[in-house]
């Protein structure tokens, strides 16, 4: 199985000021089909998860441009330009080329 | 946007099953099961294709979990037999859109435990 990791795992930010997260995966996630199939997801305590970015940068409907992605292979970064208040919660990255899926283990936001 | 809601979750004791549902308020695609331990991060289940033929599980439930679907019901569903303590968490349906999750349902708790 693709295993994913990120770091930090733990991320106090200031409001207004940036803040990135990185993800790396243990095996390409170049799909036969030329696309990179990765996934950001956030989650506030006591919600769903909701999908922020898909195939490395291209960010979901109605989510901020504050937020972006990129990366390519196995490196992956997510990036915040000015972390609001409501932007703390879990980030997740997850890969969709490989069987099984695999979800990152977290990345903790609060503010500082 | 589709609007997902599971039901079926509860108490169960090891060994025993449960099968988990998913109302779809619209035609879905590919779906997937994802689930969360309280307080732990999120572990991907398993996915069936629209026509339901194109199945795939997690190492964790493989043999164990049987996903299906009734598309003229909108409904998805899993099937979980052979139920461990470790199958503890709350369990989301979630309709695939290019390659990852997209919607996702409230989710429901399902403990394993005697």
């Known amino acids: 199985d693709v295993v994913m990791t990120q770091s930090p795992l733990s991320l106090p930010v200031t409001l207004g000021q940036p803040a990135s997260i990185s993800c790396r995966s243990s095996?390409?996630?170049?799909?036969?089909?030329?696309?990179?199939?990765l996934n950001w997801f956030h989650q506030r305590p006591g919600q769903s998860p909701r999908r922020l970015i898909y195939?490395?940068?291209n960010r979901d409907s109605g989510v901020p441009d504050r937020f972006s992605g990129s990366g390519s292979g196995t490196d992956f970064t997510l990036k915040i330009s000015r972390v609001e208040a409501e932007d703390v919660g879990i980030y997740y990255c997850?890969?969709?080329?490989?069987?099984?899926?695999?979800f990152g283990p977290g990345t903790k936001v609060d503010i500082k | 946007q589709v609007q997902l809601v599971e039901s079926g979750g509860g108490v169960v004791q090891p060994g025993g099953s449960l099968r988990l549902s998913c109302a779809a308020s619209?035609?879905?695609?590919?779906m997937h099961w994802v689930r969360q331990v309280p307080g732990k991060g999120l572990e991907w289940v398993a996915f069936?294709?629209?026509?339901?033929?194109?199945?795939h599980y997690a190492d964790s439930v493989k043999g164990r979990f049987t996903v299906s679907r009734d598309n003229s019901k909108n409904m998805l569903f899993l099937q979980m037999d052979s139920l461990r303590p470790e199958d503890t968490a709350v369990y989301y349906c979630?309709?695939?859109?290019?390659?990852?999750?997209?919607?996702w349902g409230q989710g429901t708790l399902v403990i394993v435990s005697s």
């Open positions: 095996l390409s996630l170049v799909h036969s089909d030329g696309n990179t199939y």
């Open positions: 619209a035609v879905t695609y590919g």
């Open positions: 979630a309709e695939d859109s290019t390659g990852g999750p997209l919607h």
């Open positions: 997850m890969q969709g080329t490989h069987w099984p899926r695999t």
């Open positions: 195939m490395v940068s």
């Open positions: 069936i294709g629209y026509d339901g033929t194109d199945n």
